[in-house]
Structure formats: C-alpha cells, structure tokens
C-alpha cells in the first residue's frame, strides 16, 4: 500500500540543472516524512527537441550521487505523465519530474479502513493561490 502520491516539476530555465536540490530530497527522504518513487528527467532545447532520461537510465558516476533515494526503484511515473510534462516544457528549460509518496499518512490511511471509512478525495493547492491566500491573511 502507498500513502498519497504527489507528483511535481521543477523547472530550470537555459536547460541549467546542477544537481543543487538533490541534498534537499535525499534530506526530506531520510526524516521519513515523504519517499521518492520516482524522478524523470525532461529538457527541451532551443529547437524544441526533448531528452527524456529516467533516473535509472543515468551513467553509473551520476546514479551513485541519486543512489540514497532509490532504495527501492518503483517507476510509476507513466511515459503519458511524462509527454504531458514535456509538451508544457518552455523552450531552452530543463525539469525534474518527481513523484513523492507522502509516508506521513500511512498511518492515517490505516486508521480510515480499520474505522470502516474511505478517504474520497485529496488534492494540493497550488502555489499561486498559497501565495495569494497568504498575503490575504498577512494583510488582514
């Protein structure tokens, strides 16, 4: 059983990826708090040309620096989820699409069954409307 799945692109205009938010993931992962299941990478040139590379498709000098979060590989991201990703690509950007698996929840999950209730919906708001809500709230 997985607990919420959530999935997110990050972005990186001129195709500029470092590797500088892998110290972040490999730290959340550790707390426990979410797992990675799965991480794609896409990048669109300037031509409009897209590279797709899976994490398990990485040289084996860049799979080693990956390596903490990928314990298990479980690859649930779809070649669909990923064409969608790529065609909202801007030109000349590079992405990570990552798919989290919220371990916090588990626990609650189990709780819902075992009471003979169902979680119906779920769902993330996204950051735009955070923002505005915050500010809103600030103001007030």
Not at 7 to 14: E, H, S
Not at 30 to 50: H, I, Q, T
Not at 70 to 90: C, I, M, R, S
Not at 105 to 122: R, T
Request: proline share 4%; glycine share 8%; charged share 20%.
């Amino acid at each position: 059983m997985y607990g919420p799945l959530e999935y997110v692109v990050i972005a990186f205009d001129g195709n500029n990826f470092t590797g500088q938010i892998l110290p972040a993931l490999i730290d959340i992962e550790a707390r426990g708090c979410v797992r990675v299941v799965d991480l794609v990478f896409v990048s669109k040139d300037e031509a409009g040309d897209l590279t797709i590379l899976e994490i398990s498709e990485l040289e084996e000098a860049e799979a080693a620096a990956y390596e903490p979060l990928f314990k298990e590989y479980h690859g649930l991201l779809t070649a669909e989820d990923v064409a969608q990703v790529a065609v909202d690509l801007p030109m000349n950007t590079s992405a990570a699409v990552a798919l989290f698996e919220h371990r916090w929840a588990l626990g609650l999950q189990w709780a819902v069954k075992a009471a003979g209730g169902q979680m119906l919906e779920s769902g993330f708001v996204n950051p735009e409307t955070q923002a505005e809500v915050i500010a809103e709230v600030l103001e007030a």
